[in-house]
T-cell receptor, first 110, second 113 residues
């Protein structure tokens, strides 16, 4: 039972490049979330999903897109990366109880 | 939307002393309050949580208290140890019918041996 798995763990991009972060969970959770964590800012919600095929905007959605084609996977896309998107990205999944987090993806945009 | 304030932002205590971290929330409909511990470079991990129908919950050296009237909740760590050093986040479940969490900005706890 792996819980929540995020890939990749680290990535360096140039401004304007695109990429997709993958989150996979094996707990059959309905709800999944993408957060970004910046120093002194806590965890801020980017997008979330309440089930397969559904997505919704969180607190800081601009510059990101998401898809939930399968219940176990939640993808976060950056279409044109900007230096302001340098951050640590965490995925989480949940069903009724607490949210369970992945190990994070450290993303640097040069 | 929900707003969660967390204080202090940094806290240093001597090993063996107690540590208290406080959070306030704005949405009176919030009904679930978890606390997460995040060690350097690691994922946030749940350490304790409390629901709005309970005033206090304990788990060994960790306790959480909730005051619904004042809309604040606190984390208490007794007999602190160096391994308690980490960043602690409080959170509140945002309103009725939603499982979203709004997080405080975190408290960096340092336990001095």
């Amino acid at each position: 039972n792996a819980g929540v798995t995020q890939t990749p763990k680290f990535r360096v991009l140039k401004t304007g490049q695109s990429m997709t972060l993958l989150c996979a969970q094996d707990m059959n959770h309905e709800y999944m979330y993408w957060y970004r964590q910046d120093p002194g800012m806590g965890l801020r919600l980017i997008h979330y999903s309440v089930g397969e095929g559904t997505t919704a905007k969180g607190e800081v959605p601009d510059g990101y897109n998401v898809s939930r084609l399968k219940k176990q996977n939640f993808l976060l896309g950056l279409e044109s990366a900007a230096p302001s998107q340098t951050s640590v990205y965490f995925c989480a999944s949940q069903w009724e109880g607490p949210q369970h987090f992945g190990d994070g993806t450290r993303l640097s945009i040069l | 939307g929900e707003n969660v304030e967390q204080h202090p932002s940094t806290l240093s205590v001597q090993e063996g002393d107690s540590a208290v971290i406080k959070c306030t929330y704005s949405d009176s409909a919030s009904n679930y309050f978890p606390w997460y511990k995040q060690e350097l470079g690691k994922r946030p991990q749940l350490i304790i949580d409390i629901r709005s129908n309970v005033g206090e919950k304990k788990d060994q050296r960790i306790a959480v208290t909730l005051n619904k009237t004042a809309k604040h909740f606190s984390l208490h760590i007794t007999e602190t140890q160096p391994e308690d050093s980490a960043v602690y986040f409080c959170a509140a479940r945002t309103g009725a019918g939603s499982y979203q969490l709004t997080f405080g900005k975190g408290t960096k706890l340092s336990v001095i041996p």
